[in-house]
């Protein structure tokens, strides 16, 4: 197949969360099994433009505004090769110092940014002779490629019989912008109707992406199912009833090379399945970094945005309770300042208990999942989410909510009930401290039977979460759009 991918951020070059991880690495996936696929991205002044040999081509010419607007074209490849690169060059709207704002504040010109970034990019990838079969746009960021294909390049022969998949990665985000600013499309203004592009007054560029694909998909399957729901929504539940057919869910894979307990090069000691004693030495030196007694007892790892969404209000809720009794906590965080607030709070009230480090560390990241003998993860929503997966693989069991791709990757311990044989975690349904509270309860009962404890890890680290498994079912995917 030959495939168009385009999204705002991909590993390694731009990363703010897990998009970048899909986008960074999916493409290389497919190559592997044999399809043909480009993946076009802004050009940030912070790409590294020596590591994927980027040279400048041919610059393209854009609608723009009742204007035509110069806007340059530079190529590379990612993957060592495997995956030619476009990027799309326009310095007064990309070379900035953040991808989407800075200081917390979105730029306010982010339709124009990425508008142009859509409209330049159905320009400069195209083939002559050789239309994509696929177009695969990614959030909001590249909603409008998907309005443009089934619009202003209808009739276009170098698109044609191009299909579009489209990836929702977060629902919260959905690029809303002020009716004033939607001649920046350069779409006619009957794409704006409460059927297309307009929401309560609003241009909304995911609904674009909702309503034109041929397929839509999200990063997990009870996902795809919870934002047909008013709960899990963000208002756009209406519009993905009406789609349910074309929608889909397939789980992100994990960088096996990056998370992998054998070889990861940011553990003080190595491990596997078959020999956890590695492990035991990467908790006693995770304590002392964090500057706890080292010591036996149950640690706790927390790794995590802090946002309420990842539902950082029922840990800080339980952890006076959590903390009284012969436990450790670790937690590294970013975010929400209010929460970073009462975390240091806690931490200074036990300070041989809870360790906090507020800030983004990849290093240690690793050296949570690999220390900490339970990681938690209560999400309010969670589209795929990665760490509960690098959890699995690192043996650390995790205690999360049954929501979204954490329902789909964790299955829970139920007492009695002889799941033991079949369990990698604990999970609990209901968002309130007190379920938080009463499944961690039960994790730290089941910790102290070593034989049960050892069973739940080495389950966990048997999982297969390869992105060789994803990139199988994206091709399904875009076979099943081919075939529309
Ligand atoms: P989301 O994309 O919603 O933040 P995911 O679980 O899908 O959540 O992915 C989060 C990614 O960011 C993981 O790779 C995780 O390890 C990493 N991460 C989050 N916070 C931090 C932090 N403070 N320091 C280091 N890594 C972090």
């Known amino acids: 197949m030959n495939i168009l991918m385009l999204a705002s951020e991909a590993v390694p070059l731009a990363k703010t969360g897990g998009l970048a991880d899909v986008v960074g690495t999916l493409p290389m996936e497919l190559a592997r099994l044999g399809h043909d696929v480009r993946l076009a991205l802004p050009r940030y002044a912070a790409l590294d433009a020596t590591a994927i040999k980027l040279k400048k081509a041919p610059s393209v010419e854009v609608p723009w505004r009742g204007d035509r607007l110069e806007v340059g074209v530079e190529t590379g490849t990612l993957g060592g090769g495997a995956v030619p690169l476009t990027c799309i060059r326009y310095d007064p709207f990309f070379a900035r110092q953040g991808l989407y704002g800075e200081g917390g504040r979105d730029y306010p010109d982010n339709l124009d940014r990425f508008a142009l970034f859509c409209r330049a990019v159905m320009e400069a990838c195209k083939q002559p002779g050789r239309p994509p079969d696929i177009l695969h746009a990614h959030d909001w960021q590249a909603a409008l490629a998907v309005a443009y294909l089934k619009t202003l390049y209808r009739n276009d022969p170098a698109w044609a019989g191009t299909r579009a998949l489209f990836t929702i990665h977060n629902i919260g985000y959905q690029g809303l912008f002020p009716v004033s600013t939607y001649d920046a499309t350069g779409l006619p203004w009957s794409e704006y109707t409460p059927e ?98 080292v010591r036996d007892v149950p640690l706790v790892g927390l ?111 139920v007492p009695d009930a002889r799941s033991g044989s079949v369990a990698t975690g604990f999970s609990f349904e209901t968002p309130e401290p007190e379920v938080l509270l009463s499944t961690m309860f039960l994790a730290l009962r089941v910790y102290r039977d070593k034989e049960e404890w050892t069973g739940l890890m080495r389950r966990g680290m048997q999982q297969d979460f390869s992105w060789q498994r994803s990139a199988g079912q994206y091709v399904e995917l875009y076979a099943r759009a081919m075939a529309l």
């Open 303 to 413: 790794v995590s945005r802090l946002a309420f969404q990842k539902g950082i209000d029922l840990i800080v809720d339980i952890l006076p309770k959590l903390l009284d009794l012969d436990v450790q906590v670790v937690a590294l965080g970013s975010g929400d300042p209010s929460y970073q607030t009462l975390l240091a709070g806690l931490s200074a009230r036990y300070p041989d208990k809870l360790s906090v480090r507020l800030t983004f560390d990849e290093p240690l990241a690793h050296r949570i999942e690999a220390g900490a003998d339970l990681f938690l993860m209560p999400s309010r929503y969670e589209p795929c989410g990665l760490n509960q997966l690098y959890s699995l693989r690192y043996g650390t069991v995790p205690v999360v909510r049954k929501t979204g791709g954490l329902a789909d990757t964790v299955v829970p311990y």
């Open 196 to 293: 297309r592009l307009e929401y309560y007054g609003q241009v909304n560029l995911l609904k674009g992406g909702l309503v034109y694909a041929d397929i839509l998909n999200t990063v997990s399957p009870t996902y795809a199912r919870e934002i047909q729901t008013a709960e899990f929504g963000f208002g756009l539940e209406g519009v993905l009833q009406t789609r349910k057919d074309r929608l889909f869910g397939v789980t992100n894979g994990i960088d096996y090379d990056v998370w992998n307990p054998e070889t990861d090069p940011h553990l003080p000691a190595r491990y596997s399945a078959d020999d956890l004693s590695g492990k035991r030495e990467c908790k006693r030196v995770l304590q002392a970094e964090m500057k706890l007694p």
